[in-house]
């Protein structure tokens, strides 16, 4: 397996869409499509990406790369790749960035799961910045009086929802690891931004009025985001002088200025002082958080190895196990608009959508059987079930892994809504970095602290019932838990080197997402930009979402016939991906929002 060259035959297998990947980015109303202009402030480069995205070309480069969310952010990743730092580095300076233009999605205020390739010494290891439920948290913590789960939004929205934020501890950890920059000029170009003032982007406001009405329910986040009474608006400037302080402090101070003084105090009164819903966080959470490096989870497909996070993320064991299951298939050969393939993929990702309901969570609180899960036996047993049918499952329950626990679980159905951003780097010494980082729904639990970051709603990630038909569930709150995440940044392997880096926002529905790119990009050889750009088809509880606008639309009908629930759904992905080629890099950002690659 080449990665079958990275879209030599990819054209021919993406016709069989009836539309090529250039026309399948367009049907899906790409933000790019804003006019370089609504980003202030490109570079040469800058612009440069923008346009190859545009177009639908990959970008390629020799030596470094970066792929994230937004321009500015990738912008200042790039500038720290090509004086020398590592995809450490670039990650700081990008992520610091993110947390002021794209606001929305991931910040200091949030969390955050990073998969590294170290060259120096060949190996795979992760890094879990996650949120932790507060020590005065309780499993009750979103039921009603009468012990019934609280509306989703009545839970988000205030201090209720906020847990101890891991992101800045995380940067930290991974600068102490393997950063080759002097950590305070990490900050500068964010710090610049963020007093100066930065242009707002056409996603952003877009996500400002849609949201209003939430964001107007407290004063200094109605103040950010709708000065005036009125939502920002695209190519308006924006200045975050409490943001550039806050930056400012964790440079000359570390992540002691974050989880301890005048910052962390902010955070801790603004959770437990939010008007109808206060929270518990209290300073000694912030105090006590940790950062914790874990063993990667690597599942074998074709003649790769897909690494990514293990618990608490149920991603790369989730996307592990629909990829081990669709092993026992031949997608190469079917193609990507041939039903049958995604009939194999849709019940594959309910079967294990189905074990991650009932087994995954926080290994540190409850037992998990980790490695039954991704059992190459185990996973046949349960490809036995695709192969037995032409037609979609009837019905789906979880498997019985190996399990060194006698343990009935109950069954989890919390939602998640898209949300989120990915960046993937591969710097100059052969590092490469995939981070997918969150604060959980967009603009999280609507609480801007004074430090002029949002605050996450992570907690709404754990089950808001305790038990399901008497028995425990595994993802319930517990104090100092982590709430289980469907992030699976993912870092696809082969003969000990990395081949391709890639992860992606959207909820629950990443799994999906993540397990097609890598499905498009070594069964069906499309280029990262291309797989960036595919139609999505998603399954996760049965019913088949359908990306609607792309040629994708032309599987419904077909995969109705086989007895799948379909419909047709706004499916917003964010992937940023790389492939590590013979030749070079090479650079897919999706279309769906408005990130770039850039790279020399
Ligand atoms: N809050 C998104 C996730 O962790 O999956």
Redesign the pocket.
Known sequence: MTLRAFGGAAVLILAAFAASAQQAADAVAPESAAPAAAFAGLTADGKAALAAKDSGKPVSAKSWMIAAANPLAVQAGAKMLESGGTAADAMIAAQAVLGLVEPQSSGLGGGAFLVWYDAATGTVTTLDGRETAPMEATPQLFQDEAGEPLKFYDAVVGGRSVGTPGTPALMKAAHARWGKKEWPGLFLEAINLADQGFSVSPRLAALVAEDAERLSRFPATAAYFLPGGKPLQAGGRLANPAYARTLRALAAGGPDAFYKGPVAQGIVDTVRGAEGNPGVLSLDDLAVYKVKERAAVCVPYRSAEVCGMGPP?SGALTVGQILGMLENFDLRAMGPGNPRAWRLIGDASRLAFADRGRYMADSDFVPMPTAGLTDPEYLRSRADLLAGTEAALPEVSPGRPVFDHAMLWGDDDSI?LP??SHISIVDQYGNALSMTT?I?NGFGSRLMAPGGFLLNN?LT?FSFRTHDDGLPIANRVEPGKRPR???APTIVMKDGKPLYVTGSPG??R?IGYVAQNVIDVIDWGMDPQQAAAAPHLVNRFGKYDIEAGTPAEQLAGPLGDLGFETGLAELNSGIHAIGITPDGLLGGADPRREGIAIGK
Request: hydrophobic share 15%; aromatic share 0%.
């Open positions: 993320s998640e949300s989120t969150t959980e992570e990630d995440s469907s992030m909820g629950s990443i």
